[in-house]
């Protein structure tokens, strides 16, 4: 049941000259699956802008609530600020804040990213992470792609590569293990699946390899680095702490920033 991304996007491009309000109709959706606030502006942004332009109706759903102690423990000044001086809130944080409030700020990071990429419909708070439960976790992915497939028959599902996400230079570590699941989620589905790699954008730029690498236009990779942006907005009183920055800021997204291209594999790729 694997439709050819030339060939989807033929579709929709054909799609898009119809009248007003059946393009989408005419052709099914893209969705998109983001493991966290983030995954989404690293790794997808420029395809899905792709199939925005190419007419198709895009859904970008976040796996987990992205509860996250580290971040936590940095807004409440127990741990180091990791951006010292580049931090956009001075690198001294002592906010008093719980976790929720971390889940809120980055899903409001989430949600301005979407909007920057023109998402159609956006889908949050699922259930929080793969760490407690490994086998459950892949279970309500796995039943999450299904059930946006049959609300959505004959869409094309995007998911990260998580058998590949391990930081370059640290080759014993085990891939992300909520990356990870999602991958894993996928095994054996007969469905259009295509796979994003994440963590490429730590690797040396000649390392950086897939099945498919996407280049992405000069509007497509304006539009990712205004989303990666709403990663490091400072805004505390309406909530934004500039989380996504903290968290993965100088290791992911300046170098995403950097790399007008994107990394999609096939179902069968598996290899690091």
């Known amino acids: 049941m694997e439709l050819s991304r030339r060939k989807a996007l033929a579709l929709g491009a054909a799609a898009a000259l119809l009248p007003t309000g059946t393009a989408q109709a005419a052709t099914p959706p893209a969705i998109f699956y983001s493991p966290h606030q983030d995954d989404e502006s690293l790794a997808m942004a420029g395809s899905i802008r792709e199939h925005v332009e190419a007419g198709r109706k895009v859904v970008l759903v976040l796996l987990t609530r992205g509860e996250n102690g580290g971040l936590l423990d940095i807004m409440n000044g127990t741990a180091d600020c990791p951006l010292g001086t580049d931090c956009p809130g001075g690198g001294s944080h002592s906010f008093g804040l719980v976790q929720d409030d971390i889940v809120r700020g980055r899903t409001a990071e989430f949600t301005a990213a979407a909007r920057r990429l023109g998402v159609d419909e956006i889908v949050r708070n699922r259930p929080d992470s793969a760490w407690g439960d490994y086998a459950g976790f892949v279970q309500e992915v796995r039943d999450t792609i299904l059930e946006f497939e049959a609300r959505y028959p004959g869409a094309s599902h995007k998911l990260v590569n998580g058998y590949r996400d391990v930081i370059y230079g640290y080759p014993e570590d085990e891939p992300n293990l909520t990356h990870k699941a999602c991958r894993e989620a996928a095994e054996g589905l007969d469905l259009d699946l295509r796979f994003y790699w994440v963590y490429g954008y730590t690797w040396p730029l000649e390392k950086r390899t897939a099945d498919y690498v996407l280049p992405l236009s000069d509007k497509q990779f304006a539009r990712k680095r205004q989303a990666l942006a709403e990663y490091s907005r400072w805004d505390p009183k309406r909530g934004r702490y500039a989380l996504g920055y903290h968290s993965v800021g100088t290791l ?15 179902p069968h790729s598996i290899s690091r």
Not at 252 to 266: F, S, V
Request: hydrophobic share 45%; net charge negative.
């Open 252 to 266: 992911m997204i300046d170098p995403a920033a950097a790399d007008p291209r994107e990394y999609i594999d096939l």
